[in-house]
C-alpha cells in the first residue's frame, strides 16, 4: 500500500450502494448498480498484468463487460471523442480516446471469483491492449464522464501513478 487515501478507499468501498454513472457528452446519463452490470453479457479477458513496480502477476482471468456496452446505455452523442475514467476518490482519472475505451472490460470477477475489494472490486477497469500502461487499469471505478476534447494532462492520475513507485 503506498499511501493512506488508497487505504481509505479501500475501507470506504460498500458494493451495497456502490454505482457506476455514466455522464458527459451523452443523450442520457446513466447509473448502474453492481448487480446490473453483472446482468449485462460478460466474458473473460486473461492476460498478464506487469505493473511499472517489476512485478508481474500472470493469467490474470479478469471477467466483465465491455465497456462499449455500458456506453452504449448513454447514447454517446457524435461529438464525443474522449472520456476520463474515475476511481471512487475522483482525483485519480485516465484519459482514453473513446474508442480505445469501449474495448475495455469493466471486471467484476477475478479468476473465477466476485473481484475483491483490494483488487479493485467490485468494478475494474481492465484495458484490453497489450500497449497498456498498469496505471490505467483503474481500481473502483465510479464515473466514466465522456467529453468532445480530450481531457488536459492534470485531469488524469498518470503523474499520480507514477509518483507511488518507490
Known sequence: MSDLREFDVRS?????????????????SVTLSIDYLRSLPLETYTEDFACVEGWVAEDCAWRGVR???VLELAEPTDASA???????????????????????????????EALPVDHGGPARLVPTES??????????????DLRETEPLAGDTAEELALSRIE
Do not use: N
Open 82 to 112: 474522449y472520456a476520463l475514467v474515475h476511481g471512487m476518490d475522483d482525483e485519480y482519472a485516465c484519459s482514453f480516446p473513446l474508442a480505445r475505451l469501449a474495448d475495455a472490460v469493466l471486471a467484476v470477477e477475478l479468476d473465477g
Open 12 to 28: 470506504g468501498v460498500d458494493e451495497d450502494v456502490w454505482q457506476l454513472s455514466v455522464t458527459g457528452t451523452v443523450e442520457q
Open 131 to 144: 500497449e497498456s500502461d498498469c496505471w490505467e487499469s483503474i481500481k473502483w471505478v465510479c464515473r466514466i
Open 67 to 69: 465497456v462499449a456496452s
